[in-house]
């Protein structure tokens, strides 16, 4: 998976890629070729002169199809190699990343997972990592797809997110609410 920092595809990636989730879903491929776009994804995020070639109107419709498909057919899936082809066509070829997220996306909420940000004060075992999954996984009523983040400053205890809901459980602010009462409670 990759990297879950907040993206924002634009309406016409998130169109995209829902209508290749649809297609994929129907021919029963919808994880291969999202791992397969997830693959290129990375491949153009360490590559900025490939992502260049994707995104340079300068370069033709036809001198980049030729470029696809010297590049890309049978070597990934025909749907894939299809849905360059038409993003190609459309001039499209530069929101590759934003669809590659967004299918990524899709398909997790079509598969019932959800991704979650845990954060820590001091990185979990594997197997407390995975207690922690299957709690919060039976708290949602969903599958959690954990991604772990150390921050010292937290103290103890856990920041929970989920989209853009937020759980924070951290001695910090533990503490912060312990002072703000006390403050509160102190003769003016």
């Keep these: 998976m990759a990297s879950r ?6 309406p016409l990636a998130f169109a995209y890629a829902q209508s290749l989730l649809d297609l994929a879903t129907e021919q029963q491929q919808a994880e291969p070729i ?3 776009l997830e693959q290129l994804r ?8 490939a992502r260049e070639i994707f995104a340079n109107p300068s370069i ?34 530069g929101l590759i990343t934003q669809v590659a997220v967004a299918y990524d996306e899709l398909l997790d909420e079509r598969l019932g997972k959800v991704e979650v940000d845990l954060t820590v004060a001091h990185r979990l075992e594997p197997d407390q990592l995975e207690t922690a999954r ?8 969903r ?39 006390l403050l509160a409670a102190a003769p003016k």
């Design 34 to 36: 999202g791992r397969e």
């Design 143 to 181: 599958d959690a797809v954990v991604h772990q983040y150390v921050d010292e400053n937290i103290i103890g205890g856990v920041v929970i997110r989920v989209g853009d809901k937020l759980i924070d459980a951290s001695v910090r602010q533990q503490l912060k609410a312990i002072r703000a009462q």
């Design 134 to 141: 299957q709690r919060i996984g039976q708290a949602l009523g």
């Design 42 to 49: 990375q491949i153009l995020d360490e590559n900025p002169s």
């Design 60 to 93: 033709g419709i036809e001198e980049r199809a030729r470029l696809l498909d010297r590049v890309f057919r049978n070597q990934v899936a025909s749907l894939l190699f299809r849905t360059l082809a038409v993003m190609n066509q459309h001039g499209r070829l």
């Design 5 to 10: 920092e907040p993206h924002h595809s634009s």
